[in-house]
């Protein structure tokens, strides 16, 4: 069956260093990927897409990367702030449009 | 900036009551969803709605649950009869479609089941 991995275990870096996530899948073959940014009680909100023909995309101090062999993205976010805490969820579309499928999310905690 | 609000944002309800959640997709969109997240757990796909009617649904959304689009702009979701399992943060989402391939989410109901 289909499958998406996030680290669970929270990470934790000092301000103004990179924080990395990575986001794994199993059993897809998506034509895109996003991320999606959750705060604690708040519904998640959309970051990034990249397509499976992009490397790379960036947005400000976001970067993320999407290799389709490995099935794997990663989730860059550079110049890290303490604002930038919060749980960082990736996202496939399965069934065009018809469902999203999102990781469990990985925490990332900034600290100044 | 276009949102989508959901209504009400904190529910209690006894086990066995039937409770309906109502969201207010933004209005151009054509795809709408229902999501639950369990404290702690991973956001859960429930059902989608196209077109008015359920596109796709998930082994979660059982026949406790349904959907309805009853006018123009409201979309609803009905749990029958509450299970103390049902107690969860319900996002409503809706998307543009047509490519523009993102999810908005609301901001949540959250529903606690006694």
């Known amino acids: 069956s289909q499958k998406i991995e996030q680290n669970s275990e929270a990470l934790n870096i000092q301000e103004g260093k990179t924080a990395t996530l990575t986001c794994n899948y199993t059993?897809?073959?998506?034509?895109?990927l996003q991320w999606y940014r959750q705060d604690p009680g708040r519904g998640p909100v959309f970051l990034l897409l990249i397509r499976e023909n992009e490397k790379e995309k960036r947005k400000e101090r976001l970067k993320v990367t999407f290799d389709t062999t490995l099935k794997q993205s990663l989730f860059h976010i550079t110049a890290s702030q303490p604002a930038d805490s919060a749980t960082y969820l990736c996202?496939?579309?399965?069934?065009?449009?018809?469902?999203?499928?999102f990781g469990s999310g990985t925490k990332l905690n900034v600290k100044p | 900036e276009p949102e989508v609000t959901q209504t009400p944002s904190h529910q209690v309800t006894q086990m066995g009551q039937e409770v309906i959640l109502r969201c207010v997709p933004i209005?151009?969109?054509?795809?709408f969803y229902w999501y639950r997240q369990i404290l702690g757990q991973k956001v859960e796909f429930l059902v989608s709605f196209y077109n008015n009617e359920i596109s796709e649904k998930s082994e979660i959304f059982d026949d406790q649950f349904s959907v309805e689009r009853p006018d123009g702009s409201n979309f609803t979701l009905k749990i029958r009869s509450t299970k103390l399992e049902d107690s969860a943060m319900y996002f409503c989402?809706?998307?543009?479609?047509?490519?523009?391939?993102?999810?908005?989410f609301g901001a949540g109901s959250r529903l606690t089941v006694l």
């Open positions: 996202a496939l579309e399965a069934d065009n449009f018809n469902k999203f499928y």
């Open positions: 059993n897809y073959s998506p034509a895109y």
């Open positions: 209005s151009n969109h054509l795809y």
């Open positions: 989402a809706s998307n543009p479609g047509q490519g523009a391939n993102v999810l908005t």
